[in-house]
């Protein structure tokens, strides 16, 4: 069984993490499919480095297309590099023939947008398949199966077909076939884009215990950035067939470097200006304007009175115009967006203020 996976143990970004403590590693890995007629050749990942930490939840993120399954089939060997490394617990397996493929695929499960259940066969029946094909003794798949059907939480459905399941417990009975031969790896396909909204929470939150409790090591792969915000220790942003970022989720959610990470993150970290606002906003400020402020609050200072305090202690109202508070890789993350007098001293008090909470806030401009 793999140790937990401490979040606070890996530094933001560019910090490597050491080949010992990565399940999963590319180096400079690309893929280069051919085309039909032999005509050109489409690039689909091109110098690929990333680490999954032994024990980490890290979610690849990217829009259709940007290579996001090709990347996850090579951890597999459903797809091969076209060059570069592929190393799982250390082993180089980029060479391996189809016949080590099958033995490793053991160690790795997979879970996929549609499920992939056979029609034909009970729940039971489809979480024990990956058993009966190790081979394993009758009596231990029975014991094995009604383990993981525990687990998933479909005891009472053993006997159903997939046919008269909801998209929920398909998942269920996939992550429980996943599961079936003990891996240290599990990779997910877009596992929650078939779901609606309440359904998806309560999958992430059962890939989450499988994560924690059983130690097991989840690479995912997503175009939806709240699966991202919801469950991932680390974060890689894909953009065609590259990694434009990667780091912490909480750094990479609060801090984002690349425009298509920020462009990602504003739908769950950003509030909006109200446009009957935006229209109004000058960059000077005239006589009598109000400064409009956006302030971030991360970890710790997410809970702080901010708003209070600014108003007892530097005497100014603070109105606040919008505002949520988040979490963020179980991290609290707030943005408020507030409007305060644009005029000295009350303005240079505000400004200190922040400072001395240790708040980032941002000037968006000034309105009458
Ligand atoms: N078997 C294939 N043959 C040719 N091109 C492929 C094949 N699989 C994927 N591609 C191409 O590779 C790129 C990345 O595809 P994919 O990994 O499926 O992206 P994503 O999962 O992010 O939507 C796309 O341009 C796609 O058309
Ligand atoms: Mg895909």
Same mark, same amino acid.
């Given at each position: 069984?793999?140790?937990?996976?401490?979040?606070?143990?890996?530094?933001?970004?560019?910090?490597?993490?050491?080949?010992?403590?990565?399940?999963?590693?590319?180096?400079? @890995?690309?893929?280069?499919?051919?085309?039909? !007629?032999?005509?050109?050749?489409?690039?689909?990942?091109?110098?690929?480095?990333?680490? @999954?930490?032994?024990?980490a939840?890290?979610? @690849?993120?990217g !829009?259709?297309? $940007?290579?996001?399954?090709?990347?996850i089939?090579? =951890?597999?060997?459903?797809?091969?590099?076209?060059?570069?490394?592929?190393?799982?617990?250390g082993e180089?397996?980029?060479?391996?023939?189809? $016949?080590g493929?099958?033995?490793?695929?053991?160690?790795?499960?997979?879970?996929?947008?549609?499920? *992939?259940?056979?029609?034909?066969?009970t729940?039971?029946?489809?979480?024990?398949?990956?058993?009966?094909?190790?081979?394993?003794?009758?009596?231990?798949?029975?014991?094995?199966?009604?383990?993981?059907?525990?687990?998933?939480?479909?005891?009472?459905?053993?006997?159903r077909?997939?046919?008269?399941?909801?998209?929920?417990?398909?998942? !269920?009975?996939?992550?429980?076939?996943?599961?079936?031969?003990?891996?240290? =790896?599990?990779?997910c396909?877009?596992?929650?884009?078939?779901?609606?909204?309440e359904?998806?929470?309560?999958?992430?939150?059962?890939?989450?215990?499988?994560?924690?409790?059983?130690?097991i090591?989840?690479?995912?792969?997503?175009?939806?950035?709240?699966?991202?915000?919801?469950?991932?220790?680390?974060?890689?942003?894909i953009?065609?067939?590259?990694?434009?970022?990667?780091?912490?989720?909480?750094?990479?959610?609060?801090?984002?470097?690349?425009?298509?990470?920020?462009?990602?993150?504003?739908?769950?970290?950003?509030?909006?200006?109200?446009?009957?606002?935006?229209?109004?906003?000058?960059?000077?400020?005239?006589?009598?304007?109000?400064?409009?402020?956006?302030?971030?609050?991360?970890?710790? *200072?997410?809970?702080?009175?901010?708003?209070s305090?600014l108003?007892?202690? @530097?005497?100014?109202?603070?109105?606040?115009?919008?505002? !949520?508070?988040?979490?963020?890789?179980g991290?609290?993350?707030?943005?408020?967006?507030?409007?305060?007098?644009?005029?000295?001293?009350?303005y240079s008090?505000?400004?200190? $203020?922040?400072?001395?909470?240790?708040?980032?806030?941002?000037?968006?401009?000034?309105?009458?």
């Amino acid at each position: 069984m793999n140790a937990p996976f401490r979040p606070d143990a890996f530094s933001v970004g560019a910090v490597p993490i050491p080949i010992a403590e990565a399940a999963i590693r590319f180096e400079k @890995v690309g893929k280069v499919f051919p085309t039909r !007629r032999g005509q050109g050749a489409v690039t689909a990942l091109e110098g690929i480095d990333l680490s @999954v930490p032994r024990g980490a939840i890290l979610g @690849v993120i990217g !829009r259709s297309g $940007a290579g996001k399954s090709t990347l996850i089939r090579l =951890v597999n060997g459903l797809e091969r590099a076209s060059s570069g490394r592929i190393l799982l617990e250390g082993e180089d397996v980029t060479g391996l023939t189809e $016949a080590g493929w099958r033995a490793r695929r053991r160690s790795t499960g997979m879970i996929f947008q549609h499920f *992939n259940l056979l029609s034909s066969r009970t729940v039971f029946d489809n979480v024990a398949l990956p058993l009966e094909i190790a081979g394993t003794p009758k009596g231990e798949i029975i014991a094995r199966v009604a383990r993981l059907l525990d687990l998933v939480g479909l005891a009472d459905k053993r006997g159903r077909y997939p046919a008269e399941l909801s998209g929920g417990q398909k998942q !269920r009975v996939g992550i429980a076939r996943a599961l079936a031969t003990d891996p240290k =790896v599990l990779l997910c396909d877009e596992a929650t884009s078939a779901l609606d909204p309440e359904t998806t929470q309560s999958i992430l939150a059962l890939l989450k215990r499988v994560n924690r409790e059983l130690g097991i090591t989840i690479l995912l792969i997503t175009h939806e950035i709240p699966v991202i915000k919801e469950i991932c220790d680390r974060v890689a942003v894909i953009e065609g067939g590259r990694i434009v970022e990667e780091g912490e989720t909480f750094a990479v959610f609060t801090r984002p470097r690349h425009p298509t990470t920020a462009r990602f993150v504003e739908t769950v970290t950003g509030v909006e200006l109200p446009p009957h606002l935006t229209e109004r906003l000058r960059t000077e400020p005239r006589e009598g304007d109000n400064a409009l402020l956006r302030i971030t609050f991360t970890g710790e *200072n997410a809970t702080a009175p901010v708003i209070s305090r600014l108003s007892s202690v @530097v005497g100014v109202d603070v109105n606040i115009l919008a505002g !949520r508070i988040d979490a963020i890789a179980g991290q609290p993350f707030g943005s408020l967006l507030v409007s305060v007098p644009a005029r000295d001293p009350e303005y240079s008090a505000v400004l200190g $203020a922040l400072k001395s909470l240790e708040l980032k806030a941002e000037v968006l401009g000034h309105v009458s």
